[in-house]
């Protein structure tokens, strides 16, 4: 039995979690097996932040983040062969990935920002990924 995390989200609410963006991105480039370009990275955190810059990713992109961008989630969610869905409860709309294994993410939104919601559910299973490879 996987572990499920649970991510809320709705009008007016922080995001609870255990991490940071910038933390989630980078399990979710281990999860991947992307290399992130150190030096080049430092330097862009160093100008921008650490919370606001996208990953450096070693021979890939220089902006990569799949928090923030649909194609990088999408290519993220098939390399781990993840499945997505949208649903309704009693608390409202969410959507929720999983691949069978890990668990699954689960983001509830209000059902006008659904490809935010799809996004962190798909980097919340692949940060699961990582973890569980590294043994947390």
């Known amino acids: 039995v996987g572990v499920r995390v ?3 989200v709705r009008p007016g609410e922080r995001r609870k979690e255990s991490m940071s963006d910038r933390d989630l991105i980078e399990a979710c ?3 991947a097996g992307l290399s992130i370009a150190r030096n080049r990275q430092a ?3 160093q100008m921008i932040g650490r919370e606001n810059a ?3 990713i070693v021979g890939g992109s220089i902006a990569w983040s799949p928090v923030d961008d649909d194609a990088d989630a ?3 969610a098939v390399d781990l062969k993840l499945k997505i869905e949208h649903e309704q409860d009693h608390k409202g709309w969410y959507t929720v990935a999983w691949d069978g294994y890990f668990g699954s993410g689960k983001h509830y939104h209000d059902d006008t920002d659904r490809r935010t919601a799809t996004r962190y559910a798909i980097c919340t299973i692949a940060a699961q990924h990582e973890r569980k490879a590294v043994g947390a």
């Open 54 to 56: 996208r990953l450096w």
């Open 74 to 76: 999408f290519r993220l």
């Open 6 to 8: 649970q991510r809320s």
């Open 29 to 31: 480039a281990k999860a």
């Open 43 to 45: 330097e862009r955190d």
